[in-house]
C-alpha cells in the first residue's frame, strides 16, 4: 500500500459521507518500522442537514476531536457550506508498531497490521469511548482472547451500584438487542471485567462514557472483530502528548489528560525532546519552542509542525 492509495482510501470515505453512510476506518502504510506521523488533515463541507456529529461519524471521527478542531461551529447546525476542519493526521503513540494500541488520552484506537495482499505492515485507527470518571479505562497489557456476536451483558455488581445511583436497577443480564449497551459485537480481553465493544449510543464515541470498557462506532467494531486475531496483544495507554517526525520535520500533538486538564510543559518538553534526540540526524531544523508553547495553550489534538523552518 502506498501514500495514493490511503489518499483514495480516504476520498472513498468522503464520498460516503455525501451519500449519508457510515464510513469505514481508514488505514495508513508504515513505510517503516520508524514510521511516526500517518494522514493528512482534510476539510469538509457540511450540508445543510448535517450535525457536527453526522460527519465526524462519517469520516471516523470522536466527539472530542471534531469538536476541539472545530470550536467555532456550531453542533448542532453547522450551516450548509460551512467548512469542517478533520484532524485526520496522527502522531502515533509512543510504543511497539504491534497489535491493538488503545491511547485513553486521545480516545483513539490503533491496530497494527498488515495487509492480507501484499503483506506490507499498516495501522487502521478508529475513535473510540472510554470509561466515565470514576470508572476509568484502565492503563496496561492485555490480550484478545475472544470474539463475540450479539453478547449479552453482565454487569459487575460496581456497575450497577453506579447505575442505581441514578435511580436504574439493571438487572444480572442484559440480553442482545437494541437496549444492549455492548452493541453487536465484542472482543474479550484477559483483563478481567474489560471489552473492546460495539454501542447502542454512537454519539458517545470520542467521549468519556463508559463503566470503563472501550466502545467503537457499530460499523467499526463489525470491521475490527473480525480482523483481529484471537491473541493480539493489547497495550491500552495514557499519552496526552505526542511527538513525531515525518518528511524532515517534528510534529506536535496534545490533547488535555485523563481528567481534561492541560498536560504539564514540563512534560511537553520532555516529549519534545525524547523526539528530538531520536530524530535528530533526519531533521532539517532545531526545534521552535515557541511554536511549542503555542501548540501547547491548544491543546486541540491537531498536529503541528514545531521546526524551526516554519517561520519566515
Known amino acids: 500500500m502506498n501514500p495514493s492509495t490511503s489518499i483514495l482510501a480516504f476520498a472513498a470515505a468522503l464520498l460516503l459521507s455525501i451519500g449519508g453512510s457510515s464510513a469505514q476506518a481508514t488505514t495508513w502504510p508504515l513505510e517503516t518500522t520508524a514510521t511516526e506521523v500517518v494522514g493528512e488533515m482534510q476539510?469538509?463541507?457540511?450540508?445543510?442537514?448535517?450535525?457536527?456529529?453526522?460527519?465526524?461519524?462519517?469520516?471516523?471521527?470522536?466527539?472530542?476531536?471534531?469538536?476541539r478542531a472545530n470550536p467555532e461551529v456550531d453542533l448542532w447546525i453547522p450551516g450548509e457550506g460551512t467548512r469542517i476542519l478533520i484532524p485526520s493526521k496522527f502522531v502515533l503513540p509512543d510504543g511497539p508498531r504491534e497489535g491493538l494500541v488503545i491511547n485513553r488520552a486521545e480516545k483513539r484506537l490503533y491496530y497494527f497490521h498488515s495487509e492480507a495482499d501484499g503483506g506490507e505492515p499498516v495501522v487502521t485507527t478508529y475513535p473510540i469511548g472510554i470509561g466515565k470518571a470514576g470508572r476509568e479505562t484502565p492503563v496496561g497489557n492485555a490480550t484478545v482472547t475472544q470474539r463475540l456476536e450479539n453478547p449479552a451483558w453482565y454487569p459487575t455488581e460496581g456497575v450497577r451500584a453506579d447505575?442505581?445511583?441514578?435511580g436504574i436497577e439493571l438487572p444480572r443480564m442484559v440480553p442482545p438487542g437494541p437496549e444492549n449497551p455492548l452493541g453487536r459485537f465484542a472482543l474479550i480481553l484477559d483483563m478481567d471485567g474489560y471489552l473492546i465493544h460495539g454501542t447502542h449510543r454512537p454519539d458517545g464515541v470520542g467521549m468519556r462514557v463508559s463503566q470503563g470498557c472501550v466502545r467503537l462506532y457499530p460499523e467499526h467494531i463489525e470491521q475490527l472483530v473480525f480482523d483481529v486475531p484471537i491473541g493480539t496483544p493489547v497495550a491500552m495507554v495514557d499519552q496526552p502528548v505526542k511527538a513525531g517526525f515525518r518528511d524532515g520535520q517534528l510534529f506536535l500533538e496534545i490533547h488535555p489528560g485523563h481528567d481534561d486538564s492541560v498536560p504539564e510543559m514540563t512534560e511537553v518538553r520532555a516529549v519534545v525532546e525524547r523526539a528530538w534526540q531520536r530524530n535528530r540526524h533526519r531533521l532539517e531544523e532545531s526545534i521552535d519552542w515557541q511554536l511549542v508553547e503555542e501548540a501547547w495553550r491548544n491543546a486541540d489534538g491537531v498536529p503541528r509542525v514545531i521546526s524551526a523552518t516554519t517561520r519566515s
Open 43 to 67: 476539510y469538509e463541507h457540511a450540508r445543510r442537514s448535517d450535525t457536527l456529529m453526522d460527519i465526524a461519524r462519517w469520516l471516523s471521527m470522536g466527539y472530542r476531536e471534531i469538536r
Open 163 to 166: 447505575y442505581r445511583t441514578r
